[in-house]
């Protein structure tokens, strides 16, 4: 104990000793400066120099350019830039998607592979309503006759107007059925067979209300009609619309395909919902 204690003071007493820093002139030995020191002193005059050279060394870092030369440092302006990029490219790959899918929707068009068909319409013969000029010369009370129909389809009632607008629905795809709407089966639907990459086109003016993948019906596309209507596509190969977008009616929205796990070969799942029912699309739709 009494050695510990000896040691102890010696180590004090090195810490405390006082020295003297003197510097002379070399040719006359005159003292030109002096200093007492002590070990003590040192070791903390030391440590009080290294922190503030720390302290001095961070400051110029942080709030100079220089900073920017540092391996592994970024900044937050150069963050909001990456950032602000990386949504730019994203936006032009998704355009970049839907441009290529649709180049691949009318390249078997275009190379005589699909033969291009009309849009569903009503064509009328001109030679069939001819008009004879001897009937133009109308009677006093046809006239007004003529004139009382014109009024009122020119000023209907508005509360029965909405009521008597039907919808008429094109066929989104030509070809045979393969399997037919089976309300006891739960299939809901009615199965069209046809060449991969055909055209698919909405069955009237609407909005994508879904446009994405699903693992079980693979690429799926859901459109919302007036009065309710609801019509939705499932194994599509590819989907040239995203949700949000208005279509017309005959416009192609995607292209048969083969996916999903359901798939039993290229076709089209067609559904036509109203109210939340399903309802047999062939009772609307003229599939051939």
């Known amino acids: 104990m009494e050695h ?7 180590l004090k007493e090195k810490l405390t000793d006082k020295y003297r820093l003197v510097v002379l002139n070399e040719e006359t030995f005159e ?29 110029f870092i942080t709030f100079t350019p220089v900073k920017h030369f540092i391996p592994g440092y970024s900044s937050t302006e150069l963050k909001i830039k990456a950032t602000k990029l990386a949504f730019q490219t994203d936006s032009l790959k998704r ?9 691949k929707i009318i390249q ?30 109308a009677s006093k009370e046809e006239s007004l006759f003529r004139e009382k129909i014109e009024s009122e389809e020119s000023f209907p009632i508005l509360n029965n107007t909405s009521d008597k607008v039907k919808i008429v629905f094109f066929a989104p795809l030509k070809g045979n059925i393969s399997q037919n709407y089976d309300a006891t089966s739960k299939h809901l639907a009615v199965d069209i067979v046809a060449k991969i990459n055909s055209p698919i086109k909405a069955i009237a003016d ?10 079980e019906t693979g690429y799926v596309i859901i459109l919302k009609h007036a009065k309710d209507y609801i019509s939705v596509y499932k194994h599509n190969g590819n989907l040239l619309k995203q949700q949000g977008d208005f279509v017309k009616s005959g416009e192609v929205i995607a292209s048969v395909g083969s996916t999903g796990v359901l798939t039993t070969g290229p076709h089209l799942h067609f559904e036509l919902w109203s109210g ?13």
């Open 4 to 10: 510990q204690n000896k040691k102890k003071g010696k």
């Open 31 to 59: 003292e030109r400066f002096s200093l007492k020191l002590s070990m003590l002193n040192v070791f903390v005059l030391g440590g009080i120099l290294t922190f503030l050279l720390i302290l001095l060394t961070t400051a």
């Open 95 to 103: 355009k970049l998607t839907l441009l290529n899918n649709y180049t």
């Open 108 to 137: 078997p068009v275009l190379t005589g592979e699909i033969e291009a068909g009309f849009i569903d319409s009503i064509q009328i013969d001109a030679k069939k309503f001819s008009v004879q000029d001897s009937l133009l010369n």
């Open 206 to 215: 609407g909005t994508v209300i879904f446009s994405g993948w699903t693992t």
């Open 276 to 288: 939340g029912y399903a309802i047999n699309p062939t009772n609307l739709i003229n599939f051939k």
